[in-house]
T-cell receptor
Framework: GAVVSQHPSRVICKSGTSVKIECRSL??????MFWYRQFPKQSLMLMAT?????????EQGVEKDKFLINHASLTLSTLTVTSAHPEDSSFYIC????????????FGAGSRLTVL | GEDVEQSLFLSVREGDSSVINCTYT??????LYWYKQEPGAGLQLLTY?????DMKQDQRLTVLLNKKDKHLSLRIADTQTGDSAIYFC?????????????FGKGTKLSVIP
């Protein structure tokens, strides 16, 4: 089956530093990956759509310079939270589709970011 | 825009059936999904239903779709303590073939032993 791995699962950082979260498709090539953010007791909010070899498409209200997304290969997308602040603390989840035509998303286990 | 609504909490006794309800807004959705999230984990696809179906059964799970009322439900038979989790209903953003999903806020299912 399709497996998506996220790393790290938990990260604590100081305010002002940058943090990189990796999302890997382990057994399939993912032309498109999605990054979501989940606030406590709330639903998932789509942040951006990441397409291999091109710039990410950000949802309205998501700062491109704050949340840098790179999808350099068919199996890896990264989300970098730059100059992190406590309000960036959240649960970040990535998902991937195997190829066009597939009708399901496979989600990673999520990464819990805590900014002190 | 799309809006998916769910009740936030459900509590059932072990062995009973659980029914989680969801309403959605986009009548053109081709698929509707149910995801499960266990504490501190990502989302696991439980099941999905194609919009031309009224019902789909998969072992203990039964999905009912009422397109007229834009109502989706998930029934879990013989609910077990391991079923305790948050269940999300989701529909694609408008437009067939869209893989971007709009999620409800999730229903927290608590199973009482």
């Amino acid at each position: 089956g399709a497996v998506v791995s996220q790393h790290p699962s938990r990260v604590i950082c100081k305010s002002g530093t940058s943090v990189k979260i990796e999302c890997r498709s382990l057994d399939f090539q993912a032309t498109t990956m999605f990054w979501y953010r989940q606030f406590p007791k709330q639903s998932l909010m789509l942040m951006a759509t990441s397409n291999e070899g091109s710039k990410a498409t950000y949802e309205q209200g998501v700062e491109k310079d704050k949340f840098l997304i790179n999808h350099a290969s068919l199996t890896l997308s990264t989300l970098t939270v730059t100059s992190a602040h406590p309000e960036d603390s959240s649960f970040y989840i990535c998902s991937a589709i195997r190829s066009p035509g597939a009708n399901v998303l496979t989600f990673g286990a999520g990464s819990r970011l805590t900014v002190l | 825009g799309e809006d998916v609504e769910q009740s936030l909490f459900l509590s059932v006794r072990e062995g009973d059936s659980s029914v989680i309800n969801c309403t959605y807004t986009d009548s053109s959705s081709t698929y509707l999904y149910w995801y499960k999230q266990e504490p501190g984990a990502g989302l696991q696809l439980l099941t999905y239903i194609f919009s031309n179906m009224d019902m789909k059964q998969d072992q203990r799970l039964t999905v009912l779709l009422n397109k007229k009322d834009k109502h989706l439900s998930l029934r879990i038979a013989d609910t077990q303590t391991g079923d305790s989790a948050i269940y999300f209903c989701a529909e694609p953003y408008s437009g067939a073939g869209s893989y971007q999903l709009t999620f409800g806020k999730g229903t927290k299912l608590s199973v009482i032993p």
